[in-house]
């Protein structure tokens, strides 16, 4: 079992920042990428950034010099750091995992709200 528990969700004003975190507990063995997805309302679930065992990290276009994503492999979590925040960024934030032959891993998201 592998459990994937988000915080850090809130209310924010446009332009302000915001962190959000996710601890990964359990059989949290080979794990190979971590990171964060959200959902649009009305829209598909979306890559936002992801980083590697490795430390490479991937972010999409829109979210690029606005966002962070970093690990603590000592505390094994994942925390993304949003600055610049706009109303368009308002969504449903997941944290994933991905475990190598074992697959992908999702949390149950956090809610960030960006007020215009």
């Known amino acids: 079992q592998v459990q994937l528990v988000e915080s850090g969700g809130g209310l924010v004003q446009a332009g302000g920042s915001l962190s959000l975190s996710c601890a990964a507990s359990?059989?949290?063995?080979?794990?190979?990428?971590w990171g964060w997805y959200r959902r649009v309302p009305g829209k598909q679930r979306e890559l936002v950034a992801t980083?590697?065992?490795?430390?490479?990290?991937n972010y999409a276009d829109f979210v690029k010099g606005r966002f962070i994503i970093s690990r603590d492999n000592t505390k094994n979590t994942v925390n993304l750091q949003m600055s610049s925040l706009e109303h368009a960024d308002t969504a449903v934030y997941y944290c994933?995992?991905?475990?190598?032959?074992?697959?992908?891993?999702w949390g149950q998201g956090t809610q960030v709200t960006v007020s215009s």
């Open positions: 994933y995992i991905n475990r190598q032959i074992w697959g992908a891993y």
């Open positions: 359990g059989n949290i063995r080979n794990i190979n990428t």
């Open positions: 980083i590697t065992s490795g430390g490479s990290t």
